[in-house]
């Protein structure tokens, strides 16, 4: 298993273990959460990895996620609610490495996630669709250059976004910490209305303009209302 | 307000308060400006406070609907325009019988109207702005129903100075006579 999938596990497992839903995009470290991995062994194809914690409700917040993610897989889709961003990063790496995770105890299985309840879970508890998000850009780029942050208005919570091409990464870089428009795939969590993945597809400044500025974009728009005999009878009429 | 609120309007504030002006075909009555500089000075203070303004999908519709340039949409600027997308469909649907009771009890004359004014309330809370601004009663009833903060056009800038500047400039672009300046609230 790559160091990276390793870090990226125990990411998700913090976001288990504290509040996933006052961290839900960036967690911090938490002081009392510090949870360590080391190699125990590998048999059949398989690597176990022990793990502690100084957290005290650990293993007791593992098993209720355990419990939370049987009920969203057997029926119920609004179960998991904010637990699927912790989830779906798990199902994410269990994509990459190609194996199930699985959370024991002891010997005693706490939970795991595979390709088949991932995907199964993920179809039950969120939607696809196009839209357009608004918010301050406050990052560009990455290791691999695919990826954005945006201060994501209504929540004020910060949104790590993926871009599809060096040239939309590029143009995104001109918009840094200002506002803007992202257009693009959004995927939202049922439960919350919240978006949990968002695909870039284009960028536009929300510029601040002067009022006389504005004023001048807007009568651009709306300039047959001047024409009009009667401006307010229309406004009146307009929805009737 | 934080320095990003979100502000949504309606096309009746957007029209009053930036589109009309001195060059129109009309021939406007003194109570006719007197809304168009409540509207401009609701949106001046909003523009002090460095608000965002959204126009909701259909309220770009209704402003384009009189001869509009489609053209200078591609690159509008200084506004957002939120797509109507699911989660403001999911809103939509869910205030939908809130519509309906203010149609039964008379604050929506007509049903048509309210789907319209549904979609506009539920776009505006689905891009997250914390208010909407509108000269609609129904809008502003329906709105406040939803969660979303729906308050009247301002009476008064709180600036006494601005305030008389923006109704005497106002008066004289719609060439009010003098003798009703008392009227616009003109010292």
Redesign the interface.
């Known amino acids: 298993m790559p160091t990276r999938a390793i870090a990226e596990t125990l990411s998700a497992l913090r976001l288990i273990v504290i509040d996933p839903s006052s961290e839900s995009e960036d967690p911090a470290d938490d002081p009392e959460f510090k949870p360590g991995m080391g190699l125990v062994t590998i048999s059949g194809g398989s690597a176990r990895y022990g793990v502690y914690s100084s957290y005290p409700s650990t293993v007791e917040r593992l098993r209720s996620f355990g419990i939370l993610l049987k009920e969203a897989y057997r029926a119920n889709s609004q179960t998991i609610g904010n637990m699927f961003i912790p989830f779906s990063r798990l199902g994410e790496i269990v994509g990459k490495i190609g194996a199930d995770i699985e959370i024991r105890f002891g010997k005693k299985l706490i939970f795991s996630v595979s390709h088949k309840n991932y995907e199964k879970i993920k179809s039950r508890s969120t939607?696809q669709?196009?839209?357009?998000i608004?918010?301050?850009l406050v990052r560009v780029g990455s290791v691999n250059n695919d990826r954005c942050v945006i201060r994501h208005?209504?929540?004020q919570k910060l949104l790590y976004c993926s871009v599809a091409t060096d040239k939309l990464v590029d143009e995104l870089g001109q918009h840094l910490n200002r506002?803007v428009?992202l257009?693009g795939t959004?995927t939202?969590l049922l439960a919350t209305?919240s978006i949990t993945n968002f695909q870039v597809s284009s960028v536009s400044?929300?510029?601040?303009?002067t009022?006389d500025?504005?004023?001048a974009?807007?009568?651009?728009?709306?300039?047959?209302?001047?024409?009009?005999?009667?401006?307010?009878k229309?406004?009146e009429d307009?929805?009737? | 307000m934080s320095a990003t609120s979100r502000v949504a309007l309606d096309s009746c504030v957007v029209v009053k308060g930036f589109i009309l002006n001195g060059q129109s075909n009309r021939i406007f009555a003194t109570n006719e400006v007197l809304e168009i500089i409540r509207a401009r000075m609701t949106i001046k203070s909003l523009s002090q406070k460095n608000c965002v303004f959204v126009l909701p999908t259909l309220v770009v519709s209704e402003l384009l609907r009189k001869d509009g340039r489609e053209s200078v949409l591609t690159d509008i600027r200084g506004v957002f325009l939120p797509s109507f997308d699911l989660i403001a469909a999911r809103i939509a649907a869910k205030i939908y019988p809130i519509g309906e009771e203010l149609v039964e009890d008379g604050s929506i004359d007509k049903k048509s109207r309210m789907k319209i004014d549904v979609a506009i309330v539920a776009n505006a809370i689905s891009s997250g702005c914390e208010s909407i601004y509108s000269t609609d009663k129904g809008v502003r009833a329906l709105a406040s129903r939803s969660g979303l903060s729906a308050p009247n056009l301002f009476d008064h800038n709180e600036d006494l100075f601005e305030d008389n500047e923006l109704r005497r400039k106002t008066a004289e672009e719609f060439r009010i006579p003098k003798s009703e300046h008392s009227i616009l609230g003109i010292t």
């Open positions: 939607v669709g196009t839209t357009t608004s918010g301050k208005h209504p929540s506002d428009a257009t959004a939202w209305s400044p929300i510029e601040q303009l009022l500025e504005l004023t974009e807007l009568r651009n728009i709306g300039k047959g209302w001047n024409k009009l005999a009667d401006p307010f229309e406004l307009l929805r009737s």
